[in-house]
């Protein structure tokens, strides 16, 4: 049975979704082993992600460079289920949902990471997910460069730029924040984290996410260095976005 966005292969307790490309050779090798960190920590190929990632970890070795998330819960409901979620159906697994996401924005050349596979193992009235997605080689998250350094005017615009990007072609984002959008050594922005993302009409979500950015910005500016987070930083922001004017009206 094949999935729109990738062979869908079913295991004992679930089901994988999977780039053939990528994920072809090693799960025939090793099945779903391979959503397992404990797997990579075997084979010394297994690095914490930074912080502020969740429960992600890097996979490294010679080709490969692939980024390992678990899902867990956030909020007062993860003293309940760290990371187990209520079953409503394959088509509503969170993993499944953001690897089509991010294989679809993939074809159309966005800013965010390839998707190599997914997995999701269910246990009766629940389930547990995985999703493996290509590692963005040389980037930090906003958060850290900030931590280490003032930014230019240019890598705020072109902070903005992405996000219009992804803006333009529907994309909203659930938790754009300073740890979400990378910053590789050329420059080049990527915006990773897709969970609960989705693809809709233009509407007032885009305002949403960009407050939503601009107090994770204000929340990591606590803890930096007095003058690090120059407050024409956010102004050079939404001039690479497109609309300035029209964004400051609206009290962002």
């Known amino acids: 049975m094949k999935d729109d966005s990738g062979p869908r292969i079913a295991t004992a307790s679930g089901a994988i979704l999977a780039d ?7 799960l025939s090798a090793c099945g779903e082993a391979i959503f397992d960190p404990r797997f990579w920590a075997g084979r010394c190929e297994l690095a914490a992600a930074p912080a502020g990632r969740g429960s992600a970890w890097f996979l490294d070795s010679g080709l490969r460079h692939w980024v390992l998330r678990h899902y867990r819960r956030g909020g007062l409901i993860a003293r309940v289920s760290e990371d187990r979620y209520i079953w409503t159906g394959e088509s509503r697994v969170r ?15 966005l800013p965010v990471p390839r998707p190599i596979g997914a997995r999701y193992q269910r246990a009766g009235l629940c389930y547990r997910c995985d999703l493996i997605t290509e590692r963005v080689e ?12 003032e930014l230019s005017e240019e890598a705020w615009r072109s902070i903005g730029a992405a996000i219009a990007q992804l803006h333009r072609a529907g994309v909203d984002h659930a938790d754009l924040n300073a740890h979400n959008i990378l910053i590789d050594r050329h420059g080049a922005v990527s915006v990773i984290d897709f969970d609960r993302g989705r693809i809709r009409g233009a509407g007032p979500w885009r305002l949403r996410n960009l407050r939503r950015l601009r107090r994770s910005l204000e929340k990591v500016a606590r803890d930096l260095p007095p003058g690090r ?5 956010w102004t050079n922001l939404l001039a690479g976005y497109g609309a300035p004017a029209v964004l400051e009206s609206q009290r962002l």
Do not use: M
């Open 20 to 26: 053939p490309t990528c994920l072809g050779a090693s």
């Open 95 to 109: 993993a499944f949902a953001e690897y089509r996401l991010l294989a679809r924005l993939t074809d159309r050349g």
């Open 138 to 149: 040389g980037a930090a998250a906003l958060s850290a460069e900030l931590a280490a350094r």
């Open 229 to 233: 987070l120059h407050p024409q930083a």
